[in-house]
């Protein structure tokens, strides 16, 4: 697959398609979207003009359907909103995914592709990381498993919060995973990074990350994963 289709942006609908058995899918009821808290100038024409061009809401999509005949809630970011920033809209959105799972005793994925914290809703934004954190923490805690997919970019406070709470962590090949940006990083500490630096094959080769897996594997290997989990948790 040549680099610049591994990168390539791809909706949160269309990654929900991509690994959910065909006519599985059932979308989460979910009305939470992002306002103008702080009356932040231009915001709010900017919020109407990403719904227009985008058709959606917001850059958070959840659903919960089959994968390989398993059942499961998937949420995806989507990168096409406002680089898939999180905001209260979409701390909302993760939030409600993650207690629908663990309220109907399912597994959870996420894809993550975002740029971070939503500037425009400043302190709102920020807490949206604890409290998407907290709702994982709880979710886990009564036994639920969660698999985090981090594609192209998953950057900021969605890396700095639930992005890397995964009990199991895959990426796409190629994805920019990290908080600050290398150019950022470069400027700061005066010095030249390593190739490649923050890449998924990176992040592999330093543990942060479990499994690099292609577009065209994700279906098969998170079937399989969802399928050793319930045969695990079957014969506990």
């Not at 096409?80 to 207690?99: H, L, N, P």
């Not at 993550?112 to 709880?138: C, D, N, P």
């Not at 009564?142 to 962590?169: C, E, K, M, Q, R």
């Amino acid at each position: 697959m040549p680099e610049r289709e591994k990168l390539a942006p791809l909706g949160g609908w269309a990654r929900l398609n991509l690994v959910f058995d065909e006519g599985t899918a059932r979308a989460l009821a979910m009305q939470a979207h992002g306002e103008d808290p702080l009356g932040f100038p231009g915001y709010a024409d900017k919020l109407a003009a990403q719904r227009a061009k985008t058709g959606l809401d917001e850059a958070a999509v959840a659903a919960e359907g089959r994968i390989g005949g398993e059942r499961a809630v998937v949420c995806a970011l989507d990168s096409r909103f406002m680089m898939g920033s999180m905001g209260t809209g979409v701390g909302e959105r993760v939030t409600r995914a993650v207690e629908h799972a663990g309220a109907h005793r399912l597994p959870l994925i996420i894809f993550s592709a975002s740029g971070g914290a939503r500037m425009q809703e400043g302190v709102f934004s920020l807490l949206q990381m604890a409290k998407t954190s907290a709702a994982i923490a709880r979710f886990q805690e009564a036994g639920g498993l969660f698999i985090s997919v981090l594609t192209h970019p998953t950057t900021g406070g969605v890396t700095a919060s639930f992005a890397s709470l995964g009990d199991i962590t895959l990426a796409e090949p190629g994805a920019l995973i990290g908080f600050a940006g290398p150019r950022v990083i470069e400027q700061t500490i005066g010095e030249r990074l390593p190739e490649g630096f923050q890449r998924s094959e990176f992040q592999l080769a330093h543990g942060f990350v479990d499994q690099i897996v292609p577009r065209e594997r994700m279906r098969e290997t998170l079937a399989l994963l969802l399928r050793l989990h319930r045969k695990a948790e079957e014969g506990a």
